[in-house]
C-alpha cells in the first residue's frame, strides 16, 4: 500500500540523514517505526485483556468472610 505524506522540508532531510547513518531508506526506516508501534500497541492491548482477565477472576472468586472467631493471641499460643 502507498501513503502519500505532507512533511517539512527540514523534518524530511533530518530523517534521510538519519537513515542514511543508518544504513536504510527513509521508508524502511518509517516502515519499522510503524511496524513497532504496531508490535507495542499489540502488546498493551494483550497485557491490559490479561490484567483483566484477572480483575474478573478475583471477583468470581470471593467470598464472604465473617467476623475473626479467635483472638489475635490465639494465634502465639504454644502451649
Known amino acids: ?4 505524506l505532507t512533511l517539512d522540508d527540514e523534518l524530511v532531510r533530518q530523517a534521510r540523514k ?3 547513518d543508518r544504513e536504510t ?4 526506516l518509517i516502515r519499522s517505526y510503524l511496524e ?3 508490535a507495542e ?3 498493551f492491548g494483550r497485557r491490559r485483556r490479561d490484567r483483566q482477565a484477572l480483575e474478573r477472576s ?3 472468586l470471593e467470598f464472604p ?6 483472638k ?4 502465639y499460643d504454644r502451649t
Open 65 to 70: 468472610v465473617g467476623p475473626p472467631t479467635w
Open 25 to 28: 531508506t527513509l521508508t524502511a
Open 58 to 60: 478475583f471477583k468470581e
Open 72 to 75: 489475635r493471641a490465639d494465634l
Open 18 to 20: 538519519l537513515a542514511a
Open 36 to 38: 513497532d508501534l504496531a
Open 1 to 4: 500500500m502507498n501513503v502519500t
Open 41 to 43: 500497541d499489540a502488546a
